[in-house]
């Protein structure tokens, strides 16, 4: 048997001032589509702005449902609107916040294992860089690496990822 280590790594900021003018417009798109997301059953809002090689940046947020199983997360509605849209244009960075009228959110919205892969399966290196949201933590990842650790990158670059907790809308 061999023991094997996986260690993840992210950067904190204290403020949104001290990103570059890039990752707060991809942040500020994050933060205008989580207002409207369609979350009558979780009250969790989640809004995801994927920017492409191309400058384009594409906006998605969650869409629940009530059979459970049908509805999407933001990050998966943003990817999936990039690749239906843009065809082969790798995504270059990702911000996802979130907020709730019901309940404080003060943590970080890292995204699900489906996301994770979904964000991965195009072109898993392409998006080299990751977007903090505003809150109470801004934390910004190398790459979708840093999150999904298992994943074969050996062909593909690596997609960054922005994490945000957001607070109460």
Do not use: W
């Amino acid at each position: 048997m061999k023991k094997t280590q996986v260690q993840s790594e992210f950067f904190e900021f204290d403020s949104i001032d001290e990103l570059n003018a890039d990752d707060r417009k991809l942040l500020e798109e994050a933060k205008k589509t989580v207002r409207d997301a369609y979350a009558p059953y979780s009250h969790f809002q989640v809004g995801a702005a994927v920017l492409l090689e191309n400058g384009v940046i594409v906006r998605g947020n969650n869409q629940e449902n009530a059979s459970y199983p049908i509805g999407l997360c933001a990050e998966r509605v943003a990817v999936f609107a990039a690749g239906a849209n843009y065809p082969g244009i790798k995504i270059k960075a990702i911000a996802i916040t979130a907020s709730s009228n019901e309940f404080m959110i003060d943590q970080p919205v890292a995204p699900c294992g489906a996301c994770r892969q979904a964000i991965a399966a195009p072109d898993p290196a392409s998006c080299r860089e990751g977007v903090p949201v505003p809150s109470r933590r801004l934390c910004k990842l190398r790459g979708i690496r840093e999150i999904f650790p298992e994943q074969n990158f050996s062909t593909h670059s690596d997609p960054a990822i922005g994490m945000v907790a957001d607070g109460k809308a």
